[in-house]
């Protein structure tokens, strides 16, 4: 079964400082997803990676790919307090009818 | 647009009895995936939908089972509940197929099972 890894678990920053959440998998994929959570809400769709080298960036927020390295990066530029909430990453299988979800990093901005 | 929409929002069952959550997806969006959260397990696969035709599903026993109507509205069954059910269930609706293009989620089912 393929295991997805985010660290840290849990990040609490300063607004204006900028930080990297990781996402590591452990067997091959070449489509990664990034997501938001707010406490007891939904999620929200943020980037989705489909390809090795894949950068996207939305705001403050800059996701890429390195396929070979099985992992992902979500990278936050000069955090703001709204930024707080759950990242969650999730691949697919080789196979790509499988997805499988991290753990969850959560992030809280301390102004 | 009116965005995913998910009845009912709570609902409280007993062990054993079966239960029935409803997905209406984005006008237009043929895809309807569903996912189930809970504190333990984290976020976890439980089908994709596209077409009305099952094209993936998780690890999860037999007693999950869905379906995707015409309309692309799609439902999730749950039969013989267990108190391990407990948890969030999200669907997600898609253009395409989800795998490859974003999702958009609903607001989610929250089942409790006593």
């Known amino acids: 079964e393929l295991k997805v890894e985010q660290n840290p678990l849990f990040l609490s920053m300063q607004e204006g400082k900028n930080y990297t959440i990781y996402c590591n998998y452990s067997?091959?994929?070449?489509?990664l997803y990034w997501y938001r959570q707010d406490p007891g809400k939904s999620l929200e769709s943020l980037f989705v990676?489909?390809?090795?080298?894949a950068v996207k960036q939305e705001g403050r927020l800059m996701a890429s790919l390195d396929t070979k390295a099985r992992l992902s990066t979500l990278h936050i530029t000069a955090a703001v307090h709204d930024l707080s909430a759950t990242y969650f990453c999730?691949?697919?299988?080789?196979?790509?009818?499988?997805?499988?979800f991290g753990t969850g990093t959560s992030l809280t901005v301390i102004p | 647009k009116a965005g995913v929409t998910q009845t009912p929002r709570y609902l409280i069952k007993t062990r054993g009895q079966q239960v029935t959550l409803s997905c209406s997806p984005i006008?237009?969006?043929?895809?309807v995936s569903w996912y189930q959260q809970t504190p333990g397990q984290g976020l976890q696969f439980l089908f994709e939908?596209?077409?009305?035709?099952?094209?993936n599903k998780g690890n999860f026993p037999g007693r999950f089972s869905g379906r995707q109507f015409s309309n692309s509205r799609s439902e999730m069954n749950v039969s013989t509940l267990e108190l391990g059910d407990s948890a969030l269930y999200l669907c997600?609706?898609?253009?395409?197929?989800?795998?490859?293009?974003?999702?958009?989620f609903g607001p989610g089912t929250r089942l409790t099972v006593l």
């Open positions: 067997t091959t994929s070449d489509r």
């Open positions: 990676l489909l390809s090795n080298g």
């Open positions: 999730a691949v697919t299988s080789n196979t790509g009818n499988q997805f499988y």
């Open positions: 006008s237009g969006h043929r895809s």
């Open positions: 997600a609706s898609s253009l395409r197929l989800p795998l490859t293009d974003t999702q958009y």
């Open positions: 939908y596209f077409s009305e035709t099952q094209r």
